[in-house]
C-alpha cells in the first residue's frame, strides 16, 4: 500500500472534501488518496495501533471560529473564515464585529462572546473550532423520559444528561467550542493547518467549555471482525481494479472543468432529493439538458440561444461518446460510498454525547454528522459523512451566520 502522504497537499482548513469526491477533485491520484485514506481508517479498526491516519468526529457546530494571537500585530483576535478573505476580516473589538459583521445579526453576539472569553485560554498560535453554544442557547428537555441539557448550533441537536458533570460544566459556560484545527505561519496568507490540536494544555475557565474532536472508544466495541474486513479490502480491491482500467479518462476529465462543476451540482441535487447513490450519464444528460433549456432561457437573442446550446450539446456529445466509462467512475464512487459507510455504521457505535434531529412531535435519534480522517504525517483530511443521512437534512438547514 503507497503512503497517504505521496498524494497530500498542505491546505486551509476552510472546506473539507466528501472522500468520494476526490475521484472528481484529483483525478487517478485523487482515487488512490481515497482508497489509501480508508485502507488506513480499516488498519485503524482493526485494532492495528499503527494506523496511518487519525479520526475525529465531525461536530455539527456553527458558526466556525478562529481565535487566537494575530502573526503580524501580536494582538488576539477573532474572526470567521473570512479571515482568509482577500481583504481579510480581523477583529480585535466589539467595534470591529459590528463593522465586519453587521450584515449577519445572528453571527454577531457570538463572535462578541468568543472574543470576550477565548481570551482566557492563553491560546498560542490560532485555533479553529466550532462553536457549540453561547450563554441562553442550551435548554431543559425531557427525552423517552431522561431529562437533558440540550443545544442546537446548527442541524444536530446535542443532549447531555442533566445530572451529569458534563451537563453542569456546559451550564455553567458563557461559551461552548469543538477545537479541531491549528495554525501556524508568520502572515495569516501563509498558515498552515494542522488537525488534532493539543488542547489539554489550554487553560481552564469556568467562562469556555471546549473538547478537541478526538474520537474516543473507551469500549473497544468500533473494531472490525475479520469477515468485515475481508470484505472492505474486497471493495477497494474492486475500486483499484476499476481505478486502473480507466485512469486516462479519469485523468482526461480533470481538464474538462465545466463537466466536473455539474458533475458535483447533479451529485448534490440527487442528495436533496433523497436519491444518493443513483448517479448515471442518462440522469446526467437529464440533468445538462434542463440546465441548457434554463441557460437559453435566459438570453433573448437567436445567436445567444444557439451559442448557450452549442456549449451544452458539445459537453452531451462528449458524455455519450464514453458513457460505459462515466457509468464505471458513478459505479466506483458508489463503491467508495458503501465502504465509507461501514466504517461510519461502526465508528458511530461507540456512544459520547446524545445527538438528536428535531422534529415537529419531539426528538429523532440521529448520529453524529460524521467523522473525519487525518493523515498523522500531512495533516490532509477527508469527510466520512452519510450524506444522505445527513447532507440532505444541512441542505436545507437555516443559517443566520455564514458570512
Same mark, same amino acid.
Given at each position: 500500500?503507497?503512503?497517504?502522504?505521496?498524494?497530500?497537499?498542505?491546505?486551509?482548513?476552510?472546506?473539507?472534501?466528501?472522500?468520494?469526491?476526490?475521484?472528481?477533485?484529483?483525478?487517478?491520484?485523487?482515487?488512490?488518496?481515497?482508497?489509501?485514506?480508508?485502507?488506513?481508517?480499516?488498519?485503524?479498526?482493526?485494532?492495528?495501533?499503527?494506523?496511518?491516519?487519525?479520526?475525529?468526529?465531525?461536530?455539527?457546530?456553527?458558526?466556525?471560529?478562529?481565535?487566537?494571537?494575530?502573526?503580524?500585530?501580536?494582538?488576539?483576535?477573532?474572526?470567521?473564515?473570512?479571515?482568509?478573505?482577500?481583504?481579510?476580516?480581523? /477583529? #480585535? +473589538?466589539?467595534?470591529? &464585529?459590528?463593522?465586519?459583521?453587521?450584515?449577519?445579526?445572528?453571527? $454577531?453576539? =457570538? @463572535?462578541?462572546?468568543?472574543?470576550?472569553?477565548?481570551?482566557?485560554?492563553?491560546?498560542?498560535?490560532?485555533?479553529?473550532?466550532?462553536?457549540?453554544?453561547?450563554?441562553?442557547?442550551?435548554?431543559?428537555?425531557?427525552?423517552?423520559?431522561?431529562?437533558?441539557?440540550?443545544?442546537?448550533?446548527?442541524?444536530?441537536?446535542?443532549?447531555?444528561?442533566?445530572?451529569?458533570?458534563?451537563?453542569?460544566?456546559?451550564?455553567?459556560?458563557?461559551?461552548?467550542?469543538?477545537?479541531?484545527? /491549528? #495554525? +501556524?505561519?508568520?502572515? &495569516?496568507?501563509?498558515?498552515?493547518?494542522?488537525?488534532?490540536?493539543? $488542547?489539554? =494544555? @489550554?487553560?481552564?475557565?469556568?467562562?469556555?467549555?471546549?473538547?478537541?474532536?478526538?474520537?474516543?472508544?473507551?469500549?473497544?466495541?468500533?473494531?472490525?471482525?475479520?469477515?468485515?474486513?475481508?470484505?472492505?479490502?474486497?471493495?477497494?480491491?474492486?475500486?483499484?481494479?476499476?481505478?486502473?482500467?480507466?485512469?486516462?479518462?479519469?485523468?482526461?476529465?480533470?481538464?474538462?472543468?465545466?463537466?466536473?462543476?455539474?458533475?458535483?451540482?447533479?451529485?448534490?441535487?440527487?442528495?436533496?432529493?433523497?436519491?444518493?447513490?443513483?448517479?448515471?450519464?442518462?440522469?446526467?444528460?437529464?440533468?445538462?439538458?434542463?440546465?441548457?433549456?434554463?441557460?437559453?432561457?435566459?438570453?433573448?437573442?437567436?445567436?445567444?440561444?444557439?451559442?448557450?446550446?452549442?456549449?451544452?450539446?458539445?459537453?452531451?456529445?462528449?458524455?455519450?461518446?464514453?458513457?460505459?466509462?462515466?457509468?464505471?467512475?458513478?459505479?466506483?464512487?458508489?463503491?467508495?460510498?458503501?465502504?465509507?459507510?461501514?466504517?461510519?455504521?461502526?465508528?458511530?457505535?461507540?456512544?459520547?454525547?446524545?445527538?438528536?434531529?428535531?422534529?415537529?412531535?419531539?426528538?429523532?435519534?440521529?448520529?453524529?454528522?460524521?467523522?473525519?480522517?487525518?493523515?498523522?504525517?500531512?495533516?490532509?483530511?477527508?469527510?466520512?459523512?452519510?450524506?444522505?443521512?445527513?447532507?440532505?437534512?444541512?441542505?436545507?438547514?437555516?443559517?443566520?451566520?455564514?458570512?
Amino acid at each position: 500500500m503507497k503512503s497517504i502522504s505521496q498524494y497530500i497537499p498542505e491546505s486551509k482548513n476552510t472546506h473539507l472534501e466528501h472522500i468520494e469526491d476526490s475521484v472528481w477533485n484529483e483525478g487517478s491520484a485523487g482515487v488512490e488518496t481515497a482508497l489509501a485514506f480508508l485502507e488506513s481508517v480499516s488498519d485503524m479498526l482493526n485494532g492495528n495501533a499503527k494506523s496511518k491516519v487519525n479520526v475525529t468526529v465531525k461536530w455539527d457546530g456553527a458558526p466556525a471560529i478562529f481565535a487566537g494571537i494575530h502573526p503580524e500585530t501580536r494582538k488576539f483576535f477573532v474572526g470567521t473564515k473570512s479571515i482568509f478573505n482577500l481583504n481579510p476580516k480581523i /477583529n #480585535y +473589538t466589539n467595534a470591529d &464585529i459590528d463593522k465586519n459583521h453587521g450584515d449577519a445579526p445572528g453571527l $454577531v453576539p =457570538k @463572535l462578541k462572546a468568543s472574543l470576550k472569553y477565548l481570551g482566557k485560554l492563553g491560546i498560542r498560535g490560532i485555533l479553529q473550532g466550532d462553536i457549540m453554544f453561547t450563554k441562553g442557547d442550551t435548554s431543559k428537555e425531557t427525552i423517552d423520559g431522561v431529562k437533558y441539557i440540550t443545544f442546537q448550533p446548527n442541524t444536530i441537536t446535542y443532549a447531555v444528561p442533566a445530572d451529569s458533570e458534563l451537563a453542569s460544566e456546559i451550564t455553567n459556560a458563557k461559551i461552548g467550542v469543538v477545537w479541531h484545527t /491549528n #495554525y +501556524t505561519g508568520k502572515t &495569516i496568507k501563509d498558515l498552515k493547518a494542522a488537525f488534532n490540536p493539543q $488542547v489539554s =494544555k @489550554l487553560a481552564r475557565t469556568r467562562d469556555v467549555w471546549f473538547s478537541d474532536a478526538d474520537f474516543k472508544d473507551t469500549s473497544g466495541t468500533a473494531t472490525f471482525t475479520k469477515s468485515e474486513t475481508k470484505d472492505i479490502q474486497g471493495m477497494i480491491d474492486g475500486v483499484r481494479k476499476t481505478a486502473s482500467k480507466h485512469s486516462k479518462f479519469i485523468d482526461e476529465l480533470q481538464g474538462k472543468s465545466a463537466i466536473i462543476s455539474e458533475l458535483k451540482i447533479f451529485g448534490n441535487s440527487l442528495i436533496r432529493q433523497g436519491a444518493g447513490g443513483t448517479e448515471s450519464v442518462e440522469g446526467f444528460i437529464t440533468h445538462l439538458n434542463s440546465k441548457m433549456q434554463k441557460a437559453k432561457d435566459s438570453v433573448k437573442t437567436d445567436a445567444a440561444k444557439k451559442r448557450k446550446e452549442s456549449q451544452f450539446k458539445e459537453l452531451v456529445t462528449y458524455l455519450s461518446n464514453n458513457s460505459t466509462k462515466l457509468d464505471s467512475l458513478f459505479a466506483m464512487r458508489e463503491s467508495l460510498v458503501s465502504i465509507k459507510i461501514m466504517m461510519i455504521n461502526k465508528l458511530k457505535a461507540v456512544k459520547g454525547i446524545g445527538t438528536f434531529i428535531k422534529t415537529d412531535s419531539g426528538f429523532k435519534v440521529t448520529a453524529p454528522e460524521g467523522f473525519v480522517a487525518v493523515d498523522r504525517l500531512t495533516n490532509k483530511a477527508l469527510k466520512l459523512v452519510d450524506r444522505l443521512e445527513f447532507s440532505m437534512q444541512n441542505f436545507t438547514a437555516t443559517k443566520n451566520w455564514d458570512k
